[in-house]
């Protein structure tokens, strides 16, 4: 059976079975300790029942006023583990403290847009697209080109009438430096 549990500074030591993909972005250990000491409440780790990390999750709360809302800024499940249900625990983990912690009025992210999969994972989740990003990820490794990223949304219960203009999808795409939060 899984466990679910937060993620420490030790589990960079563990993580590389789950970053060595693909689509995984991986980050400098700075950009790891900042969420792990600014957000801890956030960063969750999947793992095996042998110990071996199967996935993690890492968020943030950001914006003012009715921007104020839950980032996803990683989700990622090891390649060997995807599609039994790891990643909607995590997400559904990093809703619950938008929610219940932060009473955010709604979870973002960002998912290039030919990742379908994860797109089908997040739509059965309750997430829609906001808005396009041109150009959002830059080309590298496996991917030669710029590519877009979608801008997925969900309202959380503070905003169940989906009254929060930061949910209603817009029709005109932006360019990264048109985003409001970082």
């Not at 563990?14 to 950009?31: A, H, I, K, P, R």
């Not at 949910?167 to 005109?172: F, M, N, R």
Request: hydrophobic content about 35%.
């Amino acid at each position: 059976m899984t466990e679910l549990s937060d993620f420490t500074f030790s589990d960079l030591l563990e993580y590389n079975f789950v970053n060595l993909d693909q689509l995984t972005e991986t980050y400098s250990v700075g950009f790891y300790g900042e969420y792990l000491t600014h957000w801890p409440e956030y960063q969750k780790v999947a793992r095996h029942p042998n110990g071996l990390i199967m996935g993690y999750v890492l968020g943030k709360v950001e914006g003012e006023g009715e921007d104020w809302h839950g980032h996803v800024s990683a989700v990622t499940v090891a390649p060997t583990f995807r599609r039994l249900g790891v990643g909607e625990q995590l997400m559904e983990l990093l809703e619950r403290t938008s929610s219940s912690v932060h009473n955010a009025y709604f979870v973002d992210l960002f998912v290039r847009s030919c990742n379908t999969v994860a797109i089908d994972m997040y739509r059965r989740l309750g997430y829609t697209v906001y808005r396009r990003v041109l150009g959002y990820y830059r080309a590298g490794g496996a991917f030669p080109n710029d590519e877009d990223a979608l801008d997925l949304r969900k309202a959380m219960p503070r905003d169940a009438s989906r009254k929060v203009s930061s949910v209603i999808p817009l029709t005109k795409p932006i360019q990264p430096h048109e985003l409001e939060w970082h």
